[in-house]
């Protein structure tokens, strides 16, 4: 029986740990059960020619050792292939690795390339790029921009954002279109979910299956600085949908118009986008590497 061909494709700027040389740590750990190759993206410039190399090698699994951001990238340029994803997370939120319930542990997280089990995964699409945990408009872009600005990283740098940014943030109309029914909100923010949690297992749709077909939309309403630690404990325990301030829906499209263009986000990543936002599933988009116990 020919043997498994894995790649690795090794971000080594992601997260908040860069002294760990990931690809030592990765060489070690690789079983003589599988071929493998390892792609060290050094540089933003190499990203097209390692994912050329990995999309056309004859992979079976390609495992992306890095953050969201990564995860991300990686997942968009085998959506449509026969290789599947896998993760090694080394980010400041690792969302959708936490849905999955990858271990965050390299050595049990490199494990499932022998004992996990492989299932197919829906992606979004918003006015065209891809996410595959979370996408939306509203406070958490807008913190999402300072964020991918700031020379620091991890939860304590977000959450102090947060803080010193809730007081000022100004809410906005906007209006909503899931599968043609139109409403019209004012919201903090709105996400649309294919996992369920941003990251650092904050969850803010916990009912969203990454291969169920649809979009979990999420609507935060305003709400005052005291309501704060309630919500933050909601979304920690799962337990968003029983505040007044939240509303969610499900979709397979869904339009939402803004008064003005400003930021968006895609699995954490910040993009400036105009006032039409169209948001839709793309199902069974990528194969994807998980625990045997993974549902969905």
């Not at 020619?49 to 951001?69: P, R």
């Not at 292939?81 to 939120?93: D, E, K, M, N, R």
């Not at 006015?127 to 991890?154: M, P, Q, W, Y």
């Not at 869904?254 to 993009?271: L, S, Y």
Request: aromatic share 10%.
């Amino acid at each position: 029986m020919a043997k498994l061909k894995v790649a690795f494709v090794i971000n080594p700027k992601s997260g908040t740990d860069k002294k760990t040389d990931r690809s030592a740590l990765i060489r070690g750990l690789i079983s003589p059960d599988y071929e493998s190759v390892i792609f060290d993206w050094n540089k933003l410039e190499d990203r097209d020619a390692i994912f050329a190399e990995v999309k056309n090698g004859g992979f079976d699994i390609a495992l992306a050792a890095g953050g969201d951001g990564t995860v991300n990238q990686l997942a968009d340029a085998l959506s449509g292939t026969s290789t599947a994803l896998g993760i090694l997370p080394f980010g400041s939120g690792n969302g959708l690795a936490r849905h999955l319930g990858i271990s965050l542990k390299t050595d049990e997280a490199m494990h499932l390339v022998g004992s996990g089990k492989l299932v197919t995964m829906d992606r979004g699409l918003i006015n065209g790029k891809s996410f595959f945990c979370t996408a939306g408009v509203g406070f958490d872009a807008h913190i999402g921009k300072l964020f991918a600005e700031s020379s620091t990283r991890g939860f304590s740098t977000y959450l102090q954002m947060t803080l010193r940014e809730f007081s000022n943030y100004k809410s906005e109309i906007y209006t909503i279109s899931i599968d043609g029914k139109i409403i019209e909100r004012e919201a903090f923010l709105i996400t649309a979910a294919n996992a369920g949690q941003y990251g650092n297992n904050a969850w803010i749709a916990p009912a969203a299956i990454v291969n169920d077909g649809l979009l979990h939309l999420s609507i935060l309403k305003p709400f005052r600085w005291w309501n704060i630690p309630r919500l933050g404990s909601s979304m920690l325990s799962k337990k968003i949908f029983r505040s007044r301030f939240f509303e969610s829906f499900t979709g397979k499209k869904i339009v939402i118009t803004r008064n003005a263009q400003g930021p968006t986000h895609f699995d954490g990543e910040p993009d400036m986008m105009g006032t039409k936002l169209e948001i839709e599933i793309d199902p069974a988009a990528l194969k994807i590497l998980v625990p045997q116990h993974f549902t969905g």
